[in-house]
């Protein structure tokens, strides 16, 4: 089975940093993206950062471009997302996510996946 595990989610000033974990159990990295996505209260889901197994390309929301930077330690089976100049706007409830259907990080950013983990909160403060 499938397992996504997110961490690292909390309360941060305006232009701090945060580290988000995204801890995979069920399958390996090889030949898949993943991703983190996240939810703003009154918005709909979107993706923000993806990278794939396949090629090694990752894809990134136009807003967060240059700030955050997604990672992985494959022998871990785990993926980061590096968050840096945190705006209030980065507000929202992030998610690790995958579909086994997408090898590309653009394709999986741009759709609903279908296996995700539980949310973590980040909340950055003006």
């Known amino acids: 089975e499938v397992q996504l595990q997110a961490s690292g989610g909390g309360l941060v000033q305006a232009g701090g940093s945060l580290r988000l974990s995204c801890a995979a159990s069920?399958?390996?990295?090889?030949?898949?993206?993943i991703g983190w996505f996240r939810q703003a209260p009154g918005k709909e889901r979107e993706g923000v950062s993806c990278?794939?197994?396949?090629?090694?390309?990752?894809a990134y929301a136009n807003s967060v471009e240059g700030r955050f930077t997604i990672s992985s330690d494959n022998a871990k089976n785990t993926v980061y997302q590096q968050m840096n100049d945190l705006k209030p706007e980065d507000t929202a409830v992030y998610y690790c996510?995958?579909?086994?259907?997408?090898?590309?990080?653009?394709?999986?950013?741009?759709?609903?996946?279908?296996?995700w983990g539980q949310g973590t909160l980040v909340t950055v403060s003006s």
């Open positions: 996510a995958t579909d086994l259907g997408h090898s590309s990080s653009y394709a999986l950013c741009h759709s609903l996946p279908t296996t």
């Open positions: 069920g399958f390996t990295f090889d030949g898949y993206a």
């Open positions: 990278i794939s197994f396949s090629d090694g390309d990752t």
